[in-house]
């Protein structure tokens, strides 16, 4: 058995016979099962085996092709494709520049540090061509990422080096835990994570006489260790729930004026807002309780059980990934400036703590490097969840951030690691975007649904194929990833077809800098070594780390960061804000002027709620079984499908009033898209909300009445490609209003792992 780690989790795994056997880390109390899927995923018939070149492509030349998604590929050796790569890139970059090139990848696709994908497509294309259009933000952090600057701090601040599970478990009287907590998410961390603690944390807080409350419409978004309150509100409404609380607090002058005078600016003209002094409307508990399906007196009590206790206020990432998602991130850090909890131990207000397993755990006091990415010479960007909106009206402006930007017209995408069709939205518009393209290039491992609508697809290796090193600045444990098994078919390491793309262009000098892959992994712990031996503690080389297969670093003592620090010395630690305090409003934002982003948070009706049309929301969160999309076809992810499809969850009440039972294949649909999907009933969650992961493998059929829809069961053929607000242009994506109706047609097989034709 050899050490190795994934995003979820750090294991060891060797072969017995035929068999691969994967083991979780001894020192992890509660293993992600996900690691289970490497068994059959390894060899499965997804992956990819040998360089492919879309036939339309290879005969026509390079430019927008309908073809695209639907075409056959051909088989190529890789010194021929690799001609063909360097000539097209060379040509982008001549007749184009490199404005017209998008470095599209997205991350996840490997724990380790060298071989990520997304920083070594960028490092390809920073090194040998200068540069490229570039993306910002995250799907999973499209609002929160912008706007949390505005109020107190950057995202790493306030989510990774903040409140901690240790001050939980000690010091937290009530969580109030918008979203939830669900462990489904807090198990995967990039990077890779040796000790899954949030399950142990929950227990041992609530023993103490922590409360939970879980503000979310399903039941399952918190562990039953947490014995928390289930507050099942409906979706969206969080905001309006936030300030419910904060207006029975002033109300009963139960809000803490002297941290926010002392801490704070603009409360002044938030207050007028909450109090309905600017606008005629109280934000009441009376007013919040129609909007957010619940009883008002359960507001009230709510709001002066806080009082006087160490709260602690956490949003989750699905609440931003809506419409307005930045007004839930800023007003939960008011309402926790209201109570004056900010910067005490196991108090005040962690964005996204229980959304990763990065987040709620002390950080490392040595580095650990990342391989560098070279200078970008191009300014261009889009905000990541706008690759449609660019790609499909180059030239046109669009607002981001406080500025008005232009969408580069591309002609060329590259992407390495990544899966848009599971991250993006309106899943159709996204093919119609990719067929506008001259070339698209995709590294893969498998036969997923972008590298069908690319034109060169590289068969690339699979974690479990390379050598590498996994670390985090959150996780204290080091692991040396061990090769298990060698590579599929003629699949190569992204590295070793970067540095022959760059042979060819001219670059392979400035890309690899002299070293193969062993080298790179001793160079990039040698930072790490240092950092150990500045500060007197064992420092092993490189040899010696690589031979034990794991390294135990020291970790920074719990002080609470940045909003700690703020807390004891506002003056000395002032925040970078424009006043150097929270900004309870901000009149940078209001300068903006942007009408679905104003200066304070505020209550702003989603446009595209349930109506007669589509009366019920859906839900899609992540999925339980899988990390995004990765190893859908592995085998702990097909074990949860049923008939080969996704599972949607809806109340018993819904199905009844439309005619399903529990198993029935069910047909989710809007003025999008549609997808099927099987049906499971529960009544832990609101009548009116249904319930499908995202992560199915979007595999496109038309029904006999000539409807196009996923028969996998990917929700992303429903979801709107709209951005969460001028300010941020975030994804929009965790919500949406459709229909169902049992499906009682033939069902169409399930093609999504299929190859597609070559010839």
Known sequence: MRPHSAHWGVFSAGWRGNELV????????????????????????????????????????????????????????????????????????????CEAIFGGSYGWSSAGRFHHAQSQVHRFLNTTLGGYVRSVNSYSAGASGPMLPHVMGTMEEVARRNVTWEQIVEHTDVVLAFGGMALKNSRVASGGISQHIERRSMRDAAARGCRFVSISPLKSDLPDEAAFDWWPAVPGTDTALMLALVHQLVSDGAHDRAFIDRYCDGWTAFEAYLMGHSDGVPKSCAWAAPICGLPQQQLIDLARSLVGKRVLVVVAHSLQRSEHGEQPVWMGAVLAAALGQIGLPGGGYNYALGTLAHYGKRNNAVPAAALPQGDNGVKAFIPVARISDMLLNPGQPFDYNGRRH???????????????????????????????????????????????????????????????IGATPTDPLMVAMHRIAEPHGLARDDYDIFCDLARRLGGLQAFSEGRDTRQWLAHLYERTRTGLEALGMPAPDFETFWEHGELLLPQRDDDGGLLRAFRNDPEGARLATPSGKIQISSPTVASFGYADCPGHPAWLPPKHAPDADWPLWLVANQPHTKLHSQLDFGAHSQASKRQGREVCTLHPAAAVARGIRQGDIIRLFNEVGACLASANLCADMREDVVQLPTGAWYDPVIDAQGRPMCAHGNPNVLTRDIGTSSLAQGCAGQLCSVQIERFDEALPPIRAYEPPPAN
């Open 22 to 97: 994967v083991r979780p880390h001894p020192g992890d109390p509660d293993p992600n099962p996900l690691i289970d899927n490497f068994g059959t995923a390894l060899r499965h018939p997804a992956r990819v085996t040998t360089p492919m070149v879309r036939r339309g492509w290879l005969e026509d030349g390079p430019g927008a092709d309908p073809r695209r998604g639907r075409d056959a590929f051909v088989p190529m050796p890789w010194e021929e494709v690799l001609d063909r790569l360097a000539q097209e890139l060379q040509r982008v970059q001549q007749q184009h520049g």
């Open 406 to 468: 232009v969408y580069p017209h591309i002609r060329l995408a590259y992407w390495a690691g990544g899966n848009p069709f599971h991250h993006h939205q309106d899943l159709k518009r996204l093919a119609e975007a990719f067929r506008t393209l001259d070339t698209f290039v995709v590294h893969e491992i498998a036969w997923t649904a972008t590298a069908r609508h690319a034109d060169i697809v590289l068969p690339t290796t699979m974690t479990l194929e390379r050598e590498d």
